[in-house]
């Protein structure tokens, strides 16, 4: 395109939006252009961030469209529809930490107006509340180590559904921490101390910690493990006794931290190191 005197860049441009928009309620943007010539020719188009939300089909230009002037269109102007719908899900608590047949209540709720209802999606006590902004998950005894809850919201307007999956981690405490050492051990000579969990969950936020009195000697983690359901764990902690170990106690330790404040422990029997020579036991302590 050649510009010559009937095209002119535009004086300035102008974005018009309501001082406040309602989630889930559409409301108008305008785009005025001024000092543009020629309105034919013009385009506008919407950006949200660097996505074109809209172009410019609806354009609608007014003054004197004369072309032997260069102000051909004093004004241009151009409205969408905002896209201010959005998925708007809102779980409380977001976060739940639950003990393996203790009760468990979260809610699920939305603050968009053209809700068709709300539910969640479970193997456990699913929820489906038609004309409801609002849906409670609540299961007196969880016994599940498979649930995994998502709430679910229909709208009218798009998005029609959004789905949010509530973050869940269902534990239960180590049936038992035992200590086992070898028969015999031998000064200067490496031999295992093994710590062994029972029946714990969830592994990923396992912990087994190896004490000789208060000093750690080592700990392994089990992160990723991504099993739900409870696990078994034997770890082995290389130890070369000397001759100041004689009489010194060791400990295993079983850790489940679950979050912020969420720390549990579980301790095996304290062992002590005998004589050489003299036989060592194997202590355990069962937690009931």
């Not at 188009?45 to 809209?54: E, L, S, T």
């Not at 998950?137 to 679910?152: G, H, I, K, Q, Y």
Request: aromatic share 8%; proline share 6%.
């Amino acid at each position: 395109m050649n510009f010559n005197n009937e095209t002119k860049l535009p004086e300035c441009i102008f974005l018009f939006a309501p001082e406040f928009m309602k989630i889930g309620n559409g409301s108008n943007l305008k785009c005025l252009v001024l000092g543009v010539a020629s309105a034919q020719y013009l385009a506008v188009q919407f950006y949200k961030g660097d996505d074109q939300i809209a172009g410019s089909d609806n354009v609608t230009h007014n003054g004197t469209q004369n072309t032997n002037t260069r102000h051909l269109s004093p004004y241009a102007t151009s409205t969408i529809a905002a896209a201010s719908a959005v998925c708007d899900v809102n779980i409380d608590p977001s976060r739940v930490v639950v003990r393996f047949g203790d009760p468990v209540t979260v809610n699920c709720s939305t603050t968009r107006e053209d809700v068709l209802g709300a539910g969640w999606e479970s193997s456990v006590s699913p929820v489906n509340e038609l004309d409801s902004k609002i849906a409670v998950w609540n299961v007196s005894s969880l016994t599940a180590w498979d649930a995994e809850p998502r709430c679910f919201i229909n709208y009218t307007n798009e998005p029609k559904q959004c789905v949010e999956k509530l973050d869940l981690v269902i534990y239960k405490y180590p049936e038992s921490v035992s200590l086992i050492a070898p028969e015999f051990r031998k000064i200067g000579v490496e031999s295992n101390i093994t710590c062994q969990v029972l029946d714990v969950a969830p592994a990923r936020y396992l912990t087994v910690k190896l004490y000789k009195g208060d000093e750690q000697l080592g700990n392994r983690s089990f992160t990723h493990n991504s099993t739900r359901f409870p696990v078994n764990e034997s770890v082995p902690f290389p130890v070369t006794p000397t001759r100041a170990d004689n009489g010194a106690e060791y400990t295993c330790v079983a850790e489940l931290q679950l979050g912020p404040g969420e720390l549990i422990k579980n301790a095996s029997l304290p062992f002590r190191m005998l004589p050489i020579g003299k036989s060592l036991e194997t202590l355990s302590l069962f937690v009931i």
